[in-house]
Each structure stands twice: as structure tokens, then as C-alpha cells.
């Protein structure tokens, strides 16, 4: 009897083979295609080729590593960041792949530093003698506090490449901070014999200088000057000069500056230069004068014009600013240069005056010289302002990667890039480029100081007072960073530092924001009655601010007077009935005075005027379960949804309510419907890509919703509790921390949730094998819980459902050796 179906079955797998050897060819192909791009420094082509190798294999980490090198190459850090993060997770072996991460990874929290130097041990295992992996270690060691291991890396990295300047820099100065003042000498001498450039001799002149050894300082940075390249020459001049400077020697920093002019006296840097030291020593007037004459003395030159500009835009002077650029244009009408600076002021005195067509004036002249030089850096940043101010931060980030491509030196572009990506939700990408932009421009108080919100706002706490300092040192009257520092030293358990640093601002400077920071760290050192003081003398400088009501309402359910916050807050929300904030507010006081129809007005209010508030919808649909009108209100929204089948927000409260009620489903369904007719619900995208990742489901998916509602609420923390918990979920716990710290760090204290969330910190942590960290986030957890429940025995709140899982957990880990 023949058998029909064994030959049916062999006809199958030898299709079957072909089609896999056809895929082996395609992913090849692609995977030379993308590596020929790469050498041709055509990243977008690479990028391509290497995705559709990724389609082929998703596991491969030969071509994640191939899309990480053209997202770098395109300075998309962000996207880098995640290929790299999937190759090492892919292919361990791949050294150049862990190196490459290890550098993100210094500029990180704390435990990404810890990985960092595991990456650096791995690659060591199998490479003793790399220099590359030593400095890594080397690197990651002194950030985490560990001296003298990285010294012995340090060591070992110059012995492994004796001519290489990173090493032998970076040894030089352990040495010098570790008091070993001969041996660093040493070094920093053998660096200058090696590597005989302006930047080797500045770091021996520097070194000089902190041992008082003056003479030979200044003749370090004067050689420095001798080797410095014609694009060095003003820095290393500069650097000279604040030299003498910090000697009390203004007349002789005045005569370096004057001397290399007189070598080059059309240099427009080095008389701006000047000129920032005339300004700089109060000589405004000589410093005026001086970029005046230059344009005198070029006056068929549009440069030193454009230098009078900018100098008068940095000192404020908008409108002589724009004189100065409209005289360049007199001089040179189709030079593209004065044409974008024309708009760049137009746009920053519109934006000053609120004038939209002066806006639109400086945007239309950029859009016209890019139509001709598309790739020109100063077009592409001026229109990223405009975009940025408007709120289009795609376009934004787009155009700036693109002019840091062009001028990758261009500290004032990575500032607005890092700005973007901060204000489009990406704060990891943001950091990245704020660390670029303070290696730039060191004496750039801005890029400290945004820097240092962005740790705070990751979590990173020492991080920020790090920073914070840098900037305060650069501007000691700006009151906002040291409110910021005074905050994050409350997040490491600082309290008197940080009441001191508070303090010590004069009182006519604090403000709303200096007395409420005030008022908050006496609250948690327990002292109720300053607390009161300073959060009421916040409040008269701020009426109406839903944080201090909040504050100033825990004081007062404290002290028995929930009647006065009562009154207090809804008179706040009658005078401002359009702050969301405020209506939540008084939604919540109103379910505690027992007003709940109040409360459901405030919650639908607040709906109303921002529809994207996952924490409206929240209340709203908790509200009509806890009285018993789940399915009231269920019913009453199918209804309300036959007869506007097209409504997505009808589908998204339907299924706020559905979740809350338990069906899960259903609430899923719904908020598929609510996607499928307006894509635009960030709302529905973090609610689905929760229940999707507690559900173990399509997590792919999960992780595109919950990054795009992110990118979509920026500040919101339930938004960065989603994607942390999708990329817990997905196995990616080192990812998942930083994006649930920020979560459990903007979570006020009286916030319900933050236990929860905290507990999801500490399941990321134990994945991520960091035992000590997930104790703290458990044990926080449940001091949280015992605040919540607001009492003992009968007067205290039902514990919710996870609370068992905090203690399972917290019991297991303190079980383990």
C-alpha cells in the first residue's frame, strides 16, 4: 500500500528547509548590507537593513549590535541605548558591545554603575590586558566609592597602553587626589612627553597650580598655548587668563588676552573672549566698545556683527540684538548665517512678548535657508526652539540630532536637545545629552543645573546635589537650584542639611516654593507647628496651590482640623475652577468628609478639562464601585455607547469602570475600541499596557503602548510605573528601576498607590540581584501602608489585596543568607 502522506510530510519539511535556508541568505544579506552602510557613515540605510535583520531573528545579537552602532552613529542615545542593552543581553560575549553600554552605564544610577563594572570584569576574563575594559573598571570603581581598587585599574590600564593619553590622564589624577603629589607629578609629565598637546599641558598647569607652585603653572599653560591648535588657541589663551584671574592678577589676564589679539586681531573669539572679561570684571562699557570696533574696523564683514548680536543677547538686550543682526544683513543680505540669527532673535522676542507673528517670522526665514542648505546646524537649531516652545518635541529632537551631528562640539545644542528629550518623557536620553553638554561647556551654569533636575527627577538623588552644587558654586543667588539640592538631600534622609540650606536663603528670596520646601521638611522632621508656619506663608504667596492645600490638609487631618482644609480648598477650587489639580483635590477631601456626589462632580470636572488624567478616571470609576454603582454606572455608559458607538472616551471610561470591577476582559476590549478609534488616548495606552503586562500578555506590544504613553505624559508617575512594570515583566529589570524610581519619587506621600509601586521597585531590584535595595523599597512599602490606613483596629482602612505579597516577599529575602 502506497503512503501518500510520508511523501506529503517529506515534501513539507523540505519546503520547510528551503524557506529556512531562503531566511539564513536574507538575514546574511541584510547583515553585510547594514555593516557596507556603517563604513559609509550612512546610518539610516544601516539602520534599516538591520531591522529587517532583527525581523528575521529577533535573537540575534549580531544584528541588535549592528542597529545599537547606527542609532550611535545617529545620535539617537536613547534607541542605542536599547539595542546595546538587548546585545549584551543576547550575545555576553560581544566586548565591544559591553564596553560600549558600560559607558551609558556610568552616567546612571547607582547600580547601573555596578553593572558597568561587571561588564568591565566579563570582558577582562577573556581579555586580561585590554586597556579599554581597565578604564571602564577603573571608571566604575571611583564612581562607586572605591578608591583604591581604582587606582590598581588605573595602574594596570597605563601598563597595558603605555602611549595612550585617556589612561595616563585619569592615573595622574587619581594620583593627585589620593595625595600622591611627586607620582602624580610623574605622570602628568609623562603625558605631556607622549600626548605633547595644549590639553596635556593644561592638566600638568592645572595640578601646578592647586600644589602653589605659580611660576611653573603659568609657564605649563603658556606652553600649553605654544602646542594648542588654531581651534584650541582661544581656550588655551582663556584658560590663562582665569589663571591669573583666580591669582588676583586681573591686569595681567587683561594683557594675555590683549597680546593674543594683537597676534590675531580679527580673531572674533578671542575679542569675545575679551569682551566676557570686561563684562565679567563690571567694564561693560569697555566691553561694548570693544565689539563695537570690531565691527568698525571689518565693516564690509557680517561676523563681528553677528558677534555684537550675540553678545547682546546673552546680556539680555534682545532688541540690540536684533539691531545688530539687521545690520549684518545690510553688510551681507544672503549670508544664511545673519539670516538665522535675525530669526533666532524675531522668535526668542516673540516668545518674550507673546507675539506669535514675530514667532512666525523667525521660523519662516529659517524654513527658507534650509530649503537651501538643508543640513545647515544653525537653521536646524533655530527652528528646534521654535518647535520645542510649541510643544512639537518629535520635530524638535529630530532637527537637533541632526545639527549634534553636524557640530557634534556644540554645547548649546546638546543643551536644547537635552531639554527635548527631557520635556518629550526620554529623561535617561536627556541625562546623556546634559552630560555631554557640561563635558562641553564646564562653566555653563544652565547645563548643571538641568542636569541636575534630570537625576533628581530619575531618583538619583546624590547625583542632583552633585550637580546642584556645580551650579550654585557658577550662580549662588539663583534660589530654584538650591531649593532642588534642599530636595533631594529630604530624599536622603538629609533633613538638617537640607532645612539649613533652606534657611539660609534670605526670606524676601524664598517665595512660594522656598517656604513650601521649607514647610515640608519640617513636616517630616515632625515639627508640625513651623510646618504649619511656612506651608500657610506659602500659600499666601501661591492662593490656590493644589500642592501646599495637599500638605497644608495633612497637617490638618493631624491636628483635627479637616474642616478649616475643607473650607479651605474649596474655596480655592470655587476662585480656580478650571485646575485640575484643585478638583482632584477637593474630590478626595470631599469622599473623606463623606460628600460623595461632591466628589463625583469634582472627579467628572476634572475629566472634563484634561481628559489624559489617569487619575481622574481612576477616582471617578473607584467612586461608583465603592457605592455600589458599579454596574449602575456600567450599564449607563453601554447605553450612552449605542448611541455614540464612535466615542473613545465613552470607551475608555466604560472600561476604567470594567477594570475596577474586576473584569478585565471586558476593560481590555474596551480600551482596544478606545485605541482603534482615537490612537491619541495616552490614557488607554498606559491602562491596556498595565493590564497586558500583568496578564504575561503580548508584552511587545505592551512595551510600544506603555513607551508611547510615556512619551505622551511625561511627568505623569503612573505613566512611568507602566513601562517600568512592562520591562519587569519582559525581564529587563535593570531598565525597569530607573523608570520606577521616577515613578515612586513624583508619587506624592498620601497617594494610595505608592506602596504598590514601590513594591514593583523592589520586585525589579531582587530580579535585578540587588537584595539590599529590594529590602529598603519593601520596608518603605510598608511603613507607607501604616500611614495609609490612617489609624488601628476598627478606625483603620482594609489593607488592599497586595499588601500579603509585600510581606511574602520582604519574609523571603530576609530568610535568604
Known sequence: MSRPGLWLVGSLLAIALLACQSEEQRQAQHLERGEAFLAEEKWADAELEFKNAVRIDPNSGVAHYGLARAFLGGRDLRRAYWELEETVRLDPANADARLRHGEFLLFMKREDVERALAHADAVLEAQPKRWEALLLRARALGALGRPDEAGAALEAAVEAAPKEPAPLLLWASHLRAAGRADEAEAAFRKLTEVHATFPSWAALATFLASEQRDAEAEAAFRKGIELATPEQRVAATSALASFLMSKERPEDAERVLREALAGDPTNLDLIYALARFYHSTGRTAEADRMIEEATRAKPDDPAPLLLLSSYRGRTGDLEGALAAADRALEVAPEDSLAKLRRAEVLIDIGFRDKKDDQVAQGRAIAEAVLVKEANKPEGLFVLAKVDLAQERFDDAIAALRRAVDARPDWAQAHFLLGTALLMSGDATGARAELVRTVELDPSGVDGHRMLARVHARLGDHALAIESGERAIGLDPDEVGTRILVAQ???????????????????????????????????????????????????????????????????????????????????????????????????????????????????????????????????????????????????????????????????????????????????????????????????????????????????????????????????????????????????????????????????????????????????????????????IQALEQALQELEALRGGEGDRARPEPVWAEDIRSQLARLRGQS
Open 488 to 774: 533631594s538631600l529630604v530624599n536622603e534622609k538629609r533633613l538638617d542639611e537640607a532645612l539649613g540650606r533652606l534657611l539660609a536663603i534670605p526670606e524676601d528670596q524664598r517665595g512660594a516654593e522656598g517656604n513650601f520646601a521649607i514647610g515640608r521638611v519640617y513636616g517630616f522632621r515632625g515639627e508640625y507647628a513651623n510646618a504649619r508656619k511656612y506651608l500657610s506663608l506659602a500659600l499666601e504667596a501661591k492662593p490656590g496651590s493644589a500642592e501646599v492645600l495637599r500638605a497644608l490638609l495633612s497637617i490638618d487631618a493631624r491636628d483635627g482640623k479637616l474642616p478649616d482644609s475643607y473650607a479651605r480648598i474649596r474655596a480655592a477650587r470655587d476662585a480656580n475652577p478650571n485646575d485640575v489639580s484643585l478638583q482632584i483635590l477637593f474630590g478626595h477631601l470631599s469622599l473623606a468628609a463623606g460628600r460623595p456626589d461632591d466628589a463625583e462632580t469634582a472627579f467628572r470636572r476634572a475629566i472634563e478639562l484634561d481628559p489624559d488624567q489617569i487619575q481622574a478616571y481612576s477616582d471617578l470609576a473607584g467612586l461608583f464601585v465603592a457605592r455600589g454603582r458599579g454596574a449602575e454606572a456600567i450599564v449607563t455608559y453601554e447605553q450612552a455607547l449605542e448611541q455614540n458607538p464612535r466615542s473613545g472616551r465613552l470607551h475608555l471610561l466604560l472600561a476604567s469602570l470594567l477594570e475596577v470591577g474586576g473584569r478585565l476582559e471586558d476593560a481590555m476590549k474596551h480600551y482596544e475600541s478606545a485605541l482603534e478609534i482615537d490612537p491619541g488616548l495616552a490614557v488607554a495606552k498606559n491602562n491596556l499596557a498595565y493590564l497586558m503586562a500583568e496578564r504575561g500578555q503580548d508584552l511587545d506590544r505592551a512595551l510600544d503602548l506603555a513607551q508611547e504613553a510615556k512619551a505622551e505624559l511625561p511627568d505623569n508617575p503612573n505613566a512611568a510605573d507602566t513601562l517600568g512594570w512592562v520591562l519587569y515583566k519582559k525581564k529587563l529589570p535593570a531598565a525597569a528601576i530607573g523608570y520606577l524610581r521616577e515613578a515612586v519619587g513624583a508619587l506624592p506621600p498620601e497617594d494610595p498607590n505608592l506602596p504598590l509601586v514601590r513594591h514593583h521597585l523592589a520586585l525589579a531590584y531582587e530580579a535585578n540581584e540587588e537584595r539590599d535595595a529590594a
